[in-house]
């Protein structure tokens, strides 16, 4: 991803690792890494974390884009 333009820090990214894999997470600057978001675990739990280089793109997620996890849909 050399010369690419990075997220803004602890923003919301779906983002898409080597192997094609899409992911979504959060970018944080100060890593200079991609976390997967994982679970149910609180904010201070991280999940896998990629390198910036190891990452092919990414776009930024919209927080309304993502159900509300306090809400379940009975079908």
Known sequence: MKDRK?????????????????????????????????????????GNIYPEEDIVSWEYLDKKDRPNPDIMVIL
């Open 6 to 46: 990075l997220p803004e820090d602890q923003s919301l990214v779906l983002f898409t690792d080597m192997n094609g894999v899409p992911r979504e997470g959060t970018y944080k600057k100060a890593s200079k890494a991609f976390i997967e978001a994982i679970g149910d675990e609180g904010p201070e739990d991280t």
